[in-house]
């Protein structure tokens, strides 16, 4: 089965312009969740969607910060405008139960965004 | 409210050497998952372990063991003969039954190992 797929996989911006990361979960997960590391902090929560629906956004920084998951399929993490403490790694993770109870999550490989 | 800590930033081991990763937690819940991630060099967080509160039984899996400790709220990771190949950022994390949704991770471990 194919793994939690990110990208892109780096990204490097300019403090102000606009960055969208893409999530595309393990088929057939229900839950997708973001998370971030920023400057070798530990790895936070950001949001979890169950379906296309938010179920939890309290880990959202600020209304800069959008997601999505049209169709309840990928989602989309975009940041606008960026600024340089947006910079860190970006992981999303999905499981099909909450938590998986053997596995825990599977993450994907993450994108690592700088912002200059 | 719920935290885990690692206290070692950065571990240093010559190859075959052991090297063991600290790990405490805390929690009012008295149900909860704790779990070790590998973050290799090349990013991705890679599960190690997944351990309920009610199991206090060690685990050893190849070179790789692990202490539950539930009196002293640890779970700390133990590397058995280091290979240059385990070097990575090692992460505990923690989920309570009030937040199902959400890992609280450590701030991570460090670890270099060389030839």
């Known amino acids: 089965e194919a793994g939690v797929t990110q990208f892109p996989s780096h990204s490097v911006i300019e403090k102000g312009q606009t960055v969208t990361l893409r999530c595309d979960p393990i088929?057939?997960?229900?839950?997708l969740y973001w998370y971030r590391r920023v400057m070798g902090k530990e790895i936070k929560f950001l949001l979890h969607?169950?379906?296309?629906?938010?179920?939890?956004e309290s880990g959202m920084p600020n209304n800069r910060f959008l997601a999505e998951r049209t169709g309840g399929t990928y989602s989309t993490l975009k940041v606008q405008p960026a600024e340089l403490e947006d910079s860190g790694v970006y992981f999303c993770?999905?499981?099909?139960?909450?938590?998986?109870?053997?596995?825990?999550?599977?993450f994907g490989s993450g994108t690592r965004l700088t912002v200059v | 409210a719920q935290k885990v800590t690692q206290a070692q930033t950065e571990i240093s081991v010559v190859e075959k050497e052991d090297v063991t990763l600290d790990c405490v937690y805390e929690?009012?819940?008295?149900?909860?998952?704790l779990f070790w991630y590998k973050q290799p060099p090349s990013g991705e967080l890679v599960f190690l372990i997944r351990?309920?509160?009610?199991?206090?039984q060690n685990e050893i899996s190849g070179r790789y063991s692990w202490n539950f400790q539930k009196s002293t709220s640890s779970f700390n990771f133990t590397i058995t003969a280091s290979q240059v190949v385990d070097s990575a950022v090692y992460f505990c994390?923690?989920?309570?039954?009030?937040?199902?949704?959400?890992?609280?991770f450590g701030a991570g471990t460090q670890v270099v190992v060389t030839p």
């Open positions: 929690t009012r819940d008295t149900t909860y998952y």
């Open positions: 351990r309920n509160s009610f199991d206090e």
């Open positions: 993770a999905s499981s099909h139960t909450r938590p998986d109870r053997r596995y825990g999550y599977t």
């Open positions: 994390a923690l989920i309570g039954t009030d937040s199902w949704g959400k890992l609280q």
């Open positions: 088929s057939g997960h229900d839950n």
């Open positions: 969607f169950v379906k296309e629906s938010k179920q939890d």
